[in-house]
């Protein structure tokens, strides 16, 4: 016998297949699928226990009816509600997180998102495959020919494409309820203003703009056309971060005494606007050095009292002509907290912090990146120090980021990260910037209330 016949002998087996009617259904592509309903068809024959027990394991007999060994899983009547899954893991090993809740398509955000550089490519149209609240129904763009690639790759309508001269027209897109805006830092205010007068809420990348003047017009502007305003800080949705800021507030280390944070990288090209002072309002700081302080401020949830600077720029680099290289600052908080930050446009990547407490230390080494980021932590048991690595399951912060001003506009609620939170930090740069300008400590207004300029914590 040759092979091929006795594959095809052991395929139809005891199906009710004829050996010619299979080469018939082979040439024409569908032996297998017929196969698999004539095996379907031999589970709900009715069989004698003998024959299940005689033919079970046999190639080509019938499948065994067994029965079901797993308790059913919770349905809730709420689409919201996640379905509970048995368990299948003893409960002292790490358990997977509730089971997704998406949205139906039509029930979603739908966003336009304006500016498809690097961050929107690269990261926030990926990250829309992962939500569950959010989805991407028109684009932004100065280069017709990139946007209509783009669209075809997302199955973005054309009629949803807009370049800048069209962006207020957006006004008239039904589909669209929120602009997330992705362009450089000078270009935030003017596209967050007229996106709101067009009747959008508005999501809008960090820094928030380039004056604490502007961030303040773009909150007064959201507020005139009663549309949410956003600032999309992905590290305060992120489930690494959110566990040092619940360890630093529970005082599971006592009280923190000091925190050292570095956010460098090596940046090249002169020619982009990054190194352009209208469009990008500064260098190393409020692209870079922003997560330092924003992070702090998250983590600690009070807001700095005092800051000291140093500014520092290669003489004769070119990309150092409008913009500066490289700051270190130190920051004084109310409750006796010391924070020594640097952040630089000028050295090999580092994004890392480490809170020091009483009795132990909390790290975050790699704390800013948008994935692989790890977090320690070590104190004293007796003679041993302990450290320990927690694994905790990534999250992709836009995602994260995108569903929770989602939930806000679904449910009326304030964001976590509204304006008055990029506000805040454009009001600090600029106390660090003094600073280094004067060569003094600089004081900020007292504020008492703790998470002073954040909105309700997110519930997921
Ligand atoms: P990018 O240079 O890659 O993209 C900027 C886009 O704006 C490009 O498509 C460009 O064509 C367009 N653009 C429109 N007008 C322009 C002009 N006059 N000059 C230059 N470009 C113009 O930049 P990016 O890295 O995508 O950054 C965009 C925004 O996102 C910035 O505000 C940045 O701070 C922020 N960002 C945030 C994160 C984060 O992790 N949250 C990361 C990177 C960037």
Known sequence: MKPIDHLVTNLIGNSALSRQDFLQLTSRGLAIGALGSTLASCEKRPESANT?????????????KLPATSPPAD????????????????????????????MAEDKRIGYALVGLGHLTLNQILPAFGLCTKSKVVALVSGSPEKMQKVATQYGIKKESCYSYADYDKLRDNKEVQAIYIVLPNGMHAEYTIRGAQAGKHILCEKPMANTAQECQAMIDACKKADRKLMIAYRIQYEPHNKMVREMVQKQQFGKVKNIIANNGQNSDNPK??????????????????????NTIRFVLGEEPSEVMAYVHSTPGDPRFKEVEEQVNWLMKFPSGVQASCATSYGHHDEKSYKVMADTGWIKMDPAFPYTGLQLETSRAEGTENQIIQHKIADKDH?????????????????????????????????????????????????????????????TA
């Not at 349905?75 to 379905?83: C, F, H, R, T």
């Not at 679904?410 to 060569?439: C, H, M, W």
């Open 75 to 102: 349905i809730p009547a709420d689409s919201a509600k996640p379905i509970e899954l048995e368990q299948i893991k003893a409960k002292t090993e790490q358990q997977e997180g509730p089971t997704p809740t998406p």
């Open 398 to 458: 836009f995602t994260a980021e995108m569903d929770h001003f989602s939930e806000c506009l679904l449910k009326n609620k304030v964001p976590f990260t509204p304006g008055e939170e990029g506000l805040q930090d454009q009001k600090i740069i600029e106390a660090i910037y003094q600073s280094a300008r004067e060569g003094k400590p600089v004081k900020l207004p007292a504020v008492s209330k703790k998470d002073a300029f954040r909105g309700p914590e997110p």
């Open 52 to 64: 299940a027990q005689s033919t079970a394991g046999t190639p080509g007999g019938p499948i065994p």
């Open 272 to 293: 982009h606007w990054r190194f352009n002072k209208a469009l990008a309002g500064g260098g190393a700081l409020p692209d870079v050095g922003l997560y330092c302080l």
